[in-house]
């Protein structure tokens, strides 16, 4: 945590210059609409930030700012989509803490994840929620724990896929409590939700996006935020410290990318176009609600999001290594 805090303020001071380039629209960008690849299913939580942003990016560009969701394999497709796209500004991408930090240590990729990709923005961090079906007989964390631990192999989980925050956070439970369950994988969290909602799975590590709501319909339990803090729009809800699991912590990002070799004057309006919508008071009052906590302005800018990138991967990746998490 230390380093990653000491990229951050490295990076702080760092913004977005636009340079001369010898892409000869470049001035005149954008003059056709530009498509946002989210790599997870419609309804999720990164399909559902993703939205938010392109929406509003679309009044600062000028053009439309079409959703692509291209999933499958933890993100690994959709981010593979953006590799190969042009690099005029034309394809951007929503990457994550998964896609960008943990997949790179556990999959094959066609793609390197630091050196294919331009950073453009962090838009959000946020800790996930440990949720339940309904119908679980456990109403908090310990009560969980317990029955995890009368029940070993039955419980069951779901994922995105291995080295997804879902899986990553489900093996750091199981360690921290010497608890067995099985995990389901999915093609997003949103399909997972749908089968947690009808009863056919019994937990999930989710995005605040996504559970708040459910939550607050009375249609999941909730046990715990992976974090020192609570959710200020959702105090009601435990942290793990506060319930009983105090170390199981878990802070993931969402980000907008561009694919290596953008010119750095189209990097900087992209950069510009996302600042800007961030700071739209309606888009800061949505993303409180979902539970997303967006950065200060020092942090918002291309070189702060690679920064917090190369601090995570020297933090996880020895985790999720000695934790064994391959790909499938």
Same mark, same amino acid.
């Given at each position: 945590?230390?380093?990653?805090?000491?990229?951050? #303020? @490295? +990076?702080?001071? %760092? /913004?977005?210059?636009? $340079?001369?380039?010898?892409?000869?629209? &470049?001035?005149?960008?954008?003059?056709?609409?530009?498509?946002?690849?989210?790599?997870?299913?419609?309804?999720?939580?990164?399909?559902?930030?993703?939205?938010?942003?392109?929406?509003?990016?679309?009044?600062?560009?000028?053009?439309?700012?079409?959703?692509?969701?291209?999933?499958?394999?933890?993100?690994?497709?959709?981010?593979? #989509? @953006? +590799?190969?796209? %042009? /690099?005029?500004?034309? $394809?951007?991408?929503?990457?994550?803490? &998964?896609?960008?930090?943990?997949?790179?240590?556990?999959?094959?990729?066609?793609?390197?994840?630091?050196?294919?990709?331009?950073?453009?923005?962090?838009?959000?961090?946020?800790?996930?929620?440990?949720?339940?079906?309904?119908?679980?007989?456990?109403?908090?964390?310990?009560e969980l724990i317990a029955w995890l631990k009368a029940h070993p192999d039955k419980a069951t989980m779901g994922t995105v896929g291995p080295g997804s925050p879902p899986h990553v956070g489900g093996v750091a439970l199981q360690a921290m409590t010497e608890t067995r369950f099985r995990f389901v994988p999915y093609r997003g969290t949103a399909p997972a939700m749908q089968d947690m909602l009808a009863g056919q799975i019994d937990l999930l590590i989710d995005s605040p996006i996504q559970a708040l709501p459910q939550a607050r319909n009375g249609k999941i339990k909730t046990y715990a935020v992976l974090a020192k803090d609570r959710y200020p729009s959702a105090p009601e809800i435990p942290t793990t410290d506060d319930a009983g699991l105090p170390g199981f912590h878990m802070t993931v990002w969402n980000a907008l990318w561009a694919v290596k070799g953008t010119p750095k004057d189209i990097i900087a309006k992209l950069n510009a176009a996302a600042v800007e919508a961030l700071a739209e008071p309606a888009v800061q009052k949505r993303f409180a609600e979902l539970g997303q906590n967006p950065l200060p302005r020092e942090q918002q800018t291309p070189e702060a999001l690679g920064a917090l990138q190369r601090a995570d991967i020297e933090t996880w990746w020895p985790i999720v290594k000695a934790a064994n998490i391959k790909g499938e």
């Open positions: 945590m230390l380093r990653r805090r000491q990229f951050l #303020r @490295l +990076a702080a001071g %760092a /913004a977005a210059v636009p $340079t001369t380039s010898s892409f000869a629209g &470049a001035q005149d960008y954008p003059t056709k609409p530009i498509t946002l690849i989210v790599p997870f299913a419609p309804g999720g939580p990164n399909d559902t930030l993703g939205r938010i942003m392109a929406e509003r990016m679309r009044a600062t560009l000028g053009q439309p700012v079409i959703v692509e969701n291209v999933s499958g394999a933890n993100g690994t497709i959709g981010v593979g #989509r @953006l +590799a190969r796209a %042009a /690099a005029d500004g034309y $394809t951007i991408g929503v990457g994550t803490w &998964a896609t960008h930090v943990v997949n790179p240590a556990i999959y094959a990729l066609p793609y390197d994840t630091v050196k294919d990709f331009e950073p453009l923005a962090l838009l959000a961090t946020s800790a996930p929620i440990l949720v339940g079906r309904v119908t679980l007989p456990a109403n908090n964390l310990k």
